[in-house]
């Protein structure tokens, strides 16, 4: 009997120690597993590919959803039981490994749907209450009161240019005492081209959210196509928006750090010149300084650190990406609260481009100049031409390192200051439409292809066009601007139209793409073209702010019917919802627990994990 109770006792032992660290290694797995679908954005993948309403992206994505519920639902059904308790672990690990990544999407999935769920009933909801109430604004009315939100007013824009003169001001300074020369920091980009928002915005319209744009221009360095300035500038063969540079002042500080070979300017030198740089820059100066970001664990992951938000991490990332050096400060969590912030969130995104300032204005763009057109206005070009333009590193395809770029971007950030507000969120709802729905569809169709076309067809409309349309109507005419365009498969460039964007010389072997992703997309356009535009724009929350301001505007009249209801449909919602609340609150109570027994055991296994990706990080 004592043996028997002792052989007894040790199974048992032996069972618990396999379970224990089979709930480890699970918990390990399932924040490893998170983490990676939150580095490569698989959830926010999983979102883009359904809503390119595109059957054969749904039809994919229902199957990975049967697949993954086939997965778990299986795992109820199997009996693993082992005499021996390493084989019982292995074989537990590898059911854990094969659900754990079905399980988080499945979550992921619930929650989305639920959160819907509620969204739709919210709508619903304030539709009945504010049935028989005056309308508060008409459709165009809508549309300007949503994308006014969508750039930044002048007050606005001042302000954030004070904020961000903070750093820009530090990095010319580091810019200007290693090589000798005064730097001008220059904004650039959607934001002072009031086309967009700063990240983290708190307005509502993230596909408008983009990045800051720095070019620091040597003023006293020019660029001239002709012998006694600083900088000699060459056309390359083949190009006309590509040039070669050489410097004509060998015992310049900073000729010495960016020339290579027979005094001619190497793009990466001059890109790694800015790049030690902006990397020895203090967090401070950004303005986003945090405990958290202090330290670097786990390939880049700032810091772990349990909050409100459950698990919180940041994470810091400087690299030379085409001719800019980016800064980027990315956040994610684990929270699954934060239903709209699936993916990396960041908080920070900053491209710095070294450039050089051309004296005159380039002859292959003299076109533009003379070109017939109803805007800009001719005081505007002839201002727009006594500015100039600056030449930008930029490394095209092969193994030429020396080739720079004409850059128009201050002359773009004039031409915008030159929109009317209408023609503005015309371009803005555009832009959105772009984003939510013909981004998986056109990969090649970027925001600056768009503000082509834009600046483009500005050119054909006339004052009284803007005056007199209503705003769904300049939409529309836009949307089929882009679409003709597309179907082309032709943008030119707006400076110098014999330059093709979508060609190869941009593209490489991309453009062979183009003409069949741009015929998915004209589809799709000519789709919404015959349904509500607003509605592929204007996001249900938005209606429902409308709807609740029209509720509130509403003069007290006996309700008694409405209000019942009322009652009884939120009855109704709240009984249909209690499962999935209870089943929350279940998943959440299991979840916490076994975060806890199993976060001892799997400690160690962490701390490995850790020291593992340190020295990899160190070695590549």
Same mark, same amino acid.
């Not at 084989?87 to 988080?104: A, E, Q, V, W």
């Not at 030119?492 to 183009?514: R, T």
């Not at 008694?560 to 009322?566: D, S």
């Given at each position: 009997?004592?043996?028997?109770?002792?052989?007894?006792?040790?199974?048992?032992?032996?069972?618990?120690?396999?379970?224990?660290?089979?709930?480890?290694?699970?918990?390990?797995?399932?924040?490893?597993?998170?983490?990676?679908?939150?580095?490569?954005?698989?959830?926010?993948?999983?979102?883009?590919?359904?809503?390119?309403?595109?059957?054969?992206?749904?039809?994919?994505?229902?199957?990975?959803?049967?697949?993954?519920?086939?997965?778990?639902?299986?795992?109820?059904?199997?009996?693993?039981?082992?005499?021996?308790?390493?084989?019982?672990?292995?074989?537990?690990?590898?059911?854990?490994?094969?659900?754990?990544?079905?399980?988080?999407?499945?979550?992921?999935?619930?929650?989305?749907?639920?959160?819907?769920?509620?969204?739709?009933?919210?709508?619903?909801?304030?539709?009945?209450?504010?049935?028989?109430?005056?309308?508060?604004?008409?459709?165009?009315?809508?549309?300007?009161?949503?994308?006014?939100?969508?750039?930044?007013?002048?007050?606005?824009?001042?302000?954030?240019?004070?904020?961000?003169?903070?750093?820009?001001?530090?990095?010319?300074?580091?810019?200007?005492?290693?090589?000798?020369?005064?730097?001008?920091?220059?904004?650039?980009?959607?934001?002072?081209?009031?086309?967009?928002?700063?990240?983290?915005?708190?307005?509502?319209?993230?596909?408008?959210?983009?990045?800051?744009?720095?070019?620091?221009?040597?003023?006293?360095?020019?660029?001239?196509?002709?012998?006694?300035?600083?900088?000699?500038?060459?056309?390359?063969?083949?190009?006309?928006?590509?040039?070669?540079?050489?410097?004509?002042?060998?015992?310049?500080?900073?000729?010495?750090?960016?020339?290579?070979?027979?005094?001619?300017?190497?793009?990466?030198?001059?890109?790694?010149?800015?790049?030690?740089?902006? *990397?020895?820059?203090?967090?401070?100066?950004?303005?986003?300084?945090?405990?958290?970001?202090?330290?670097?664990?786990?390939?880049?992951?700032?810091?772990?650190?349990?909050?409100?938000?459950?698990?919180?991490?940041?994470?810091?990332?400087?690299?030379?990406?085409?001719?800019?050096?980016?800064?980027?400060?990315?956040?994610?969590?684990?929270?699954?609260?934060?239903?709209?912030?699936?993916?990396?969130?960041?908080?920070?995104?900053?491209?710095?481009?070294?450039?050089?300032?051309?004296?005159?204005?380039?002859?292959?763009?003299?076109?533009?100049?003379?070109?017939?057109?109803?805007?800009?206005?001719?005081?505007?070009?002839?201002?727009?031409?006594?500015?100039?333009?600056?030449?930008?590193?930029?490394?095209?395809?092969?193994?030429?390192?020396?080739?720079?770029?004409?850059?128009?971007?201050?002359?773009?950030?004039?031409?915008?200051?030159?929109?009317?507000?209408?023609?503005?969120?015309?371009?803005?709802?555009?832009?959105?439409?772009?984003?939510?729905?013909?981004?998986?569809?056109?990969?090649?169709?970027?925001?600056?292809?768009?503000?082509?076309?834009?600046?483009?067809?500005?050119?054909?409309? *006339?004052?009284?066009?803007?005056?007199?349309?209503?705003?769904?109507? *300049?939409?529309?005419?836009?949307?089929?601007?882009?679409?003709?365009?597309?179907?082309?498969?032709?943008?030119?460039?707006?400076?110098?139209?014999?330059?093709?964007?979508?060609?190869?010389?941009?593209?490489?072997?991309?453009?062979?793409?183009?003409?069949?992703?741009?015929?998915?997309?004209?589809?799709?356009?000519?789709?919404?073209?015959?349904?509500?535009?607003?509605?592929?724009?204007?996001?249900?929350?938005?209606?429902?702010?409308?709807?609740?301001?029209?509720?509130?505007?509403?003069?007290?009249?006996?309700?008694?019917?409405?209000?019942?209801?009322?009652?009884?449909?939120?009855?109704?919602?709240?009984?249909?919802?209690?499962?999935?609340?209870?089943?929350?609150?279940?998943?959440?109570?299991?979840?916490?627990?076994?975060?806890?027994?199993?976060?001892?055991?799997?400690?160690?296994?962490?701390?490995?994990?850790?020291?593992?990706?340190?020295?990899?990080?160190?070695?590549?």
């Amino acid at each position: 009997e004592n043996f028997s109770f002792s052989i007894g006792k040790y199974s048992s032992y032996r069972s618990l120690s396999s379970s224990s660290l089979s709930l480890s290694f699970s918990i390990l797995f399932h924040l490893i597993s998170i983490y990676f679908m939150l580095q490569y954005n698989i959830f926010k993948k999983c979102r883009q590919q359904w809503d390119s309403r595109r059957l054969q992206s749904q039809g994919a994505i229902i199957i990975i959803i049967l697949i993954c519920l086939a997965i778990n639902i299986s795992r109820y059904f199997m009996c693993i039981n082992s005499s021996n308790g390493w084989i019982l672990f292995l074989l537990r690990l590898i059911m854990i490994s094969i659900c754990t990544p079905s399980s988080i999407v499945l979550e992921w999935i619930s929650f989305r749907l639920y959160q819907h769920y509620l969204e739709v009933f919210r709508y619903r909801l304030y539709q009945l209450l504010s049935y028989g109430s005056p309308t508060l604004h008409s459709k165009d009315k809508v549309l300007s009161d949503y994308l006014s939100r969508g750039y930044l007013g002048h007050a606005q824009l001042s302000e954030w240019k004070t904020s961000v003169a903070g750093y820009t001001t530090v990095i010319g300074s580091l810019l200007e005492q290693r090589t000798g020369h005064h730097f001008t920091a220059i904004d650039t980009g959607s934001i002072v081209e009031r086309f967009g928002v700063p990240l983290g915005s708190d307005n509502g319209l993230e596909d408008l959210q983009t990045d800051h744009d720095v070019m620091f221009v040597a003023t006293d360095v020019l660029v001239s196509d002709q012998e006694g300035r600083s900088v000699l500038m060459a056309p390359k063969d083949g190009s006309l928006e590509y040039v070669y540079l050489e410097s004509q002042n060998p015992g310049c500080c900073l000729m010495e750090n960016i020339t290579r070979g027979e005094d001619r300017i190497d793009t990466m030198k001059a890109k790694n010149l800015l790049n030690t740089i902006v *990397t020895n820059v203090s967090i401070r100066d950004f303005g986003i300084e945090s405990p958290a970001l202090k330290m670097r664990t786990l390939l880049g992951l700032s810091c772990l650190t349990l909050t409100q938000r459950l698990v919180r991490w940041n994470r810091i990332h400087t690299d030379i990406m085409g001719p800019a050096i980016n800064f980027k400060v990315k956040t994610a969590h684990l929270n699954p609260s934060w239903l709209s912030k699936d993916e990396w969130v960041q908080q920070m995104d900053c491209d710095f481009i070294l450039a050089f300032h051309l004296d005159h204005w380039p002859d292959v763009a003299r076109e533009w100049v003379t070109r017939h057109r109803s805007w800009p206005s001719r005081e505007d070009v002839d201002r727009i031409v006594s500015i100039g333009c600056e030449v930008v590193p930029k490394v095209g395809f092969g193994q030429d390192t020396f080739g720079w770029r004409l850059s128009f971007s201050q002359v773009e950030r004039l031409l915008s200051g030159n929109v009317g507000e209408k023609a503005r969120k015309t371009y803005l709802a555009v832009k959105i439409f772009v984003k939510r729905n013909l981004k998986n569809i056109c990969p090649f169709l970027k925001t600056y292809h768009i503000k082509t076309v834009f600046f483009y067809n500005m050119e054909t409309k *006339t004052g009284e066009y803007w005056e007199d349309t209503d705003m769904e109507k *300049t939409i529309r005419d836009f949307l089929e601007t882009l679409s003709n365009t597309m179907r082309s498969g032709h943008c030119p460039h707006y400076f110098i139209p014999s330059v093709n964007l979508w060609g190869e010389q941009i593209l490489g072997k991309s453009a062979k793409k183009v003409p069949m992703q741009a015929k998915r997309g004209c589809q799709l356009i000519r789709s919404v073209m015959r349904k509500n535009i607003s509605d592929f724009i204007l996001p249900l929350s938005f209606k429902c702010d409308l709807l609740l301001q029209s509720v509130f505007s509403a003069r007290s009249i006996p309700c008694y019917a409405r209000a019942l209801v009322l009652v009884l449909v939120t009855e109704l919602v709240l009984m249909a919802s209690l499962p999935v609340l209870g089943l929350s609150l279940v998943v959440l109570t299991q979840t916490i627990i076994s975060w806890l027994i199993g976060m001892v055991g799997c400690l160690p296994f962490i701390l490995l994990f850790i020291g593992i990706m340190l020295a990899l990080k160190k070695c590549f």
